[in-house]
């Protein structure tokens, strides 16, 4: 009796601990990007814009991917930082432009602060290539100050809020404005005028010569008319006589 109940016991252990054993494991939490910029605390402005561009849900499927290839790099800037752009900034933008300022705040890959040191400018963002030079994006860092300029604005980040192996999430002071977005366009060169006489154009100077000579002519017939006129009259009282 004694030796049959020592095996339900140890057949009740080990049959136990093998159940624990093959048990599948508690999901990993993983913080999306609301979460992250929440905990930050003042970053109301750039959450909204996320939310309403689904940029958001796109960086969350990528976070909840077990293993990213690459993993993300964004730039948030704070509630003060879009409180210095001008007065309806964000409501003059299309849908299409709001979405790709947002993009623009994104790298497609992880980057540390070290890494600033050596980056290959410009830096490939979410809102597009920067081969046609509509969004370039570098980075310069020296010592432990790393700057961010568009082309529009130069921005520095002030601290890093979240890092992890998936994603790096720096503020920034300033909110990057891409220079396709707010670039300034160059002016247009003026169209040549086309002149009415043929294709010939006449200085200001010829014209006031011309007029000298013309006048000069014109008192030399005016004389000359004179000249016969008083002939004219010495003539005829010299035949009276």
Do not use: C
Request: hydrophobic share 45%; proline share 7%; aromatic share 10%.
């Amino acid at each position: 009796m004694r030796k049959l109940l020592a095996f339900a016991f140890l057949f009740y252990f080990f049959w136990d601990k093998t159940l624990a054993q093959i048990a599948p494991a508690p999901p990993l939490k993983v913080d999306n990007i609301t979460s992250i910029l929440e905990k930050g605390g003042q970053f109301t402005t750039f959450i909204k814009l996320l939310k309403a561009t689904q940029v958001a849900d796109q960086l969350n499927n990528q976070l909840s991917t077990p293993d990213p290839n690459d993993g993300i790099t964004v730039f948030a800037p704070s509630d003060n930082a879009f409180s210095g752009l001008k007065p309806g900034t964000l409501n003059s933008l299309s849908d299409q432009e709001k979405l790709q300022l947002v993009q623009f705040h994104v790298l497609p890959t992880l980057m540390s602060t070290s890494q600033f040191q050596t980056a290959s400018n410009p830096l490939r963002t979410q809102a597009g290539d920067v081969k046609g030079g509509k969004f370039p994006l570098n980075v310069t860092a020296e010592g432990n100050q790393v700057n961010v300029t568009t082309g529009v604005v130069n921005a520095t980040v002030e601290n890093s809020v979240f890092s992890d192996r998936r994603i790096a999430v720096y503020q920034v002071d300033k909110v990057l404005l891409p220079l396709e977005i707010f670039g300034t366009a160059p002016e247009p060169a003026p169209a040549p005028v086309v002149p009415e006489n043929g294709g010939l154009v006449s200085s200001p100077k010829a014209g006031v010569k011309g007029a000298d000579v013309a006048g000069a002519v014109s008192l030399k017939f005016h004389a000359l008319a004179m000249g016969f006129s008083s002939f004219a009259v010495f003539w005829a009282i010299f035949r009276g006589f």
